[in-house]
């Protein structure tokens, strides 16, 4: 996704203009949100990720794709669990934990949260 794409919304005042939202943006709220649930481990971030992770700058979007999708807004999440936890219910958790925090924060309806366990960390 292009940093040219961007989310729009129409302001609540017909005369204020449009607000924007980056899709970075979802990416770090929809990280920080899965980083406080109980049982989730870890983010998976890319390799080059881990690089730039490495030599000093933090990636606060670690581990979340987000996809501008013909019925809305798509959410893909890498992560380990910790080992012990029931992944169905943490996982079932954090969909909605995500999903409300957005709304929260951003008005924006969320189509689909995708979950993706890459791995258990014992």
């Known amino acids: 996704m292009s940093d040219i794409q961007r989310l729009e919304m129409d302001a609540k005042d017909e005369g204020l203009g449009k607000i924007e939202i980056a899709p970075e943006v979802i990416e770090v ?3 920080i949100a899965a980083s406080e649930m109980d049982g ?3 983010m998976q971030g890319t390799f080059a990720g881990g690089v730039a992770e490495r030599l000093g700058k933090r990636n606060h979007g670690k581990g979340v794709k987000v996809e501008l ?8 999440l890498y992560l380990t669990m910790q080992f012990g936890v029931s992944i169905p219910d943490v996982s079932e958790k954090l969909q909605t934990h995500i999903r409300q925090t957005l709304m929260t ?3 924006l309806t969320i189509h689909e949260i995708n979950i993706h366990i890459v791995g258990i960390q014992f």
């Open 29 to 31: 709220i929809a990280s």
């Open 40 to 42: 989730v481990f870890s």
């Open 69 to 76: 999708g013909d019925e809305g807004i798509i959410i893909d």
């Open 105 to 107: 924060m951003t008005a």
